[in-house]
């Protein structure tokens, strides 16, 4: 079967760094995407990697390793708008994204 | 850029009512639209994918008598709800994708459904 498995929840202090990590299962794989999705709205798209390595954007930058099945979304600077949940989606052969719960991640002061 | 657009916002009606929900891509065509269903805590269920100008394919256990969708042109898909019921009250949130493996799907804001 196709799986994610995230943290459920996390939390760290504004202006620290938070690595929050993802593993997946799929049939197929053509890339994986971080979006990031607020109490209430929807989700919004973060990044992208479908080759091995780190994509860095600004202050948020996101590792894959097929190989591993291995991801992880790192968020550097923290503030408290990134008070939110972070859902790693998988993209399986048939470009169809896989959803997890995703993490639950809770800034302090 | 890809902006997608969804309307209405938040609807609130009597159990019975058909309910309508539009999703426009705004700045980009999509030849992929996406219907999602997500009840509080839980994650993001796909209802069912919908392609420009053919039927729409539907995920196990979703009806698609109950759940209509149109993807008449490549800007606007729509989910009709037919004869909703206080079950059917749900967050429904709709995305786009320009096509292409590595293109993100793009949401819309969302429609809050209650049912009376």
């Known amino acids: 079967g196709q799986n994610i498995d995230q943290p459920t929840e996390m939390t760290a202090t504004e202006g620290a760094i938070v690595q929050i990590n993802c593993t997946y299962q799929?049939?197929?794989?053509?890339?994986l995407f971080w979006y990031q999705q607020h109490a209430g709205e929807a989700p919004t798209f973060l990044s992208y990697?479908?080759l091995d390595g780190l994509e860095e954007k600004g202050r948020f930058s996101s590792f894959l390793s097929r190989s591993k099945g291995y991801s992880y979304l790192l968020l550097k600077e923290l503030q408290m708008k990134d008070s939110a949940s972070y859902l790693c989606?998988?993209?399986?052969?048939?470009?169809?994204?896989?959803w997890g719960a995703g993490t639950k991640l809770i800034i302090k002061p | 850029g890809a902006v997608v657009s969804q309307h209405p916002s938040w609807v609130i009606c009597k159990s019975g009512t058909s309910v309508k929900i539009e999703c426009r891509s705004l700045?980009?065509?999509?030849?992929?639209m996406f219907w999602y269903r997500q009840f509080p805590k839980q994650s993001l269920m796909l209802m069912a994918t919908?392609?420009?100008?053919?039927?729409?394919?539907?995920e196990q256990g979703v009806e698609k008598d109950k759940f209509l969708i149109n993807h008449a042109s490549l800007t606007l898909s729509t989910l009709t709800v037919t004869s909703a019921h206080p079950e059917d009250s749900s967050f429904y949130i709709c995305?786009?994708?320009?096509?292409?493996?590595?293109?993100?799907?793009?949401f819309g804001d969302g429609t809050r459904l209650s049912i009376l």
């Open positions: 995305s786009a994708s320009p096509g292409g493996g590595s293109q993100p799907q793009h």
């Open positions: 700045d980009f065509q999509a030849t992929t």
């Open positions: 919908s392609n420009e100008g053919s039927k729409a394919t539907y």
């Open positions: 799929t049939s197929g794989f053509n890339g």
């Open positions: 990697n479908v």
């Open positions: 989606a998988p993209q399986d052969s048939n470009y169809q994204l896989i």
